[in-house]
């Protein structure tokens, strides 16, 4: 069993930038991919970047490649996800998850054992 609990949500202007957490507890947070998700009021969750178990190997939605940065911080048990450009289509609440294997369908909710309560992020325009 891991806990998530995600923090570093707010308001911010567009063009800004904003870092969420994901701190774990309960295991080594090393043993598991993280996820981050999101959702838009109205819309369906969807998939916005994932890092492996051993922080290697990184993906994004191609909605935020090239502004969101996902790393991992093992000495702290915490993942982030760093948010630059921030726009208002970004606005959301941002869930981590945690998977107990590395896969290729990272980008699927159900690959998923574990997620957190989420952070809303709100950019204005």
């Known amino acids: 069993q891991v806990q998530l609990v995600e923090s570093g949500g707010g308001l911010v202007q567009a063009g800004g930038s904003l870092r969420l957490s994901c701190a774990a507890s309960g295991r080594t947070f090393s043993n598991y991919a993280v996820g981050w998700f999101r959702q838009a009021p109205g819309k369906e969750r969807e998939f916005v970047a994932v890092?492996?178990?051993?922080?290697?190997?990184?993906y994004y939605a191609d909605s935020v490649k090239g502004r969101f940065t996902v790393s991992r911080d093992k000495a702290k048990n915490t993942v982030y996800l760093q948010m630059n450009s921030l726009k208002p289509e970004d606005t959301a609440d941002y869930y981590c998850?945690?998977?107990?294997?590395?896969?290729?369908?990272?980008?699927?909710?159900?690959?998923?054992?574990?997620w957190g309560q989420g952070t809303q992020v709100t950019v204005s325009s």
């Open positions: 890092i492996s178990r051993s922080g290697s190997n990184t």
């Open positions: 998850a945690a998977a107990t294997r590395d896969s290729v369908w990272f980008f699927r909710q159900d690959e998923y054992d574990y």
